[in-house]
């Protein structure tokens, strides 16, 4: 099982920097891809990134890369979203997810463990 608790969300300016972090009390952490999602106000969630269970291996959306970096802390059970220069489009909740194997996919159905989300608003 994973339960997944998002934070760092909030609001910030456009080109400002978020770093939002996700802990799992789960027991399978370690082995499982993580990614991160987010949906917009009116619109379906989207793929944002995803890591590997080892943290070699990442994949990103073409509207966040270059801006986002995911990674994360096997020891701690965390991953992370670093998120710099953001715009306002990027405003959205944020939600992380485990994934149901080791596959770095950008497919929600690949995912089957989902955090409550955290808002993250850039002012223009």
């Known amino acids: 099982q994973v339960q997944l608790v998002e934070s760092g969300g909030g609001l910030v300016q456009a080109g400002g920097s978020l770093r939002l972090s996700c802990a799992d009390s789960?027991?399978?952490?370690?082995?499982?891809?993580m990614g991160w999602f987010r949906q917009a106000p009116g619109k379906e969630r989207t793929f944002a990134a995803a890591?590997?269970?080892?943290?070699?291996?990442?994949r990103y959306a073409d509207s966040v890369k270059g801006r986002f970096t995911i990674s994360r802390d096997n020891s701690k059970r965390t991953v992370y979203l670093q998120m710099n220069s953001l715009k306002p489009e990027d405003t959205a909740v944020y939600y992380c997810?485990?994934?149901?194997?080791?596959?770095?996919?950008?497919?929600?159905?690949?995912?089957?463990?989902w955090g409550q989300g955290t808002q993250v608003t850039v002012s223009s």
């Open positions: 789960g027991r399978t952490f370690s082995s499982r891809t």
């Open positions: 890591i590997s269970w080892g943290g070699a291996n990442t």
């Open positions: 997810a485990a994934g149901r194997s080791t596959f770095v996919s950008g497919d929600e159905e690949e995912y089957d463990g």
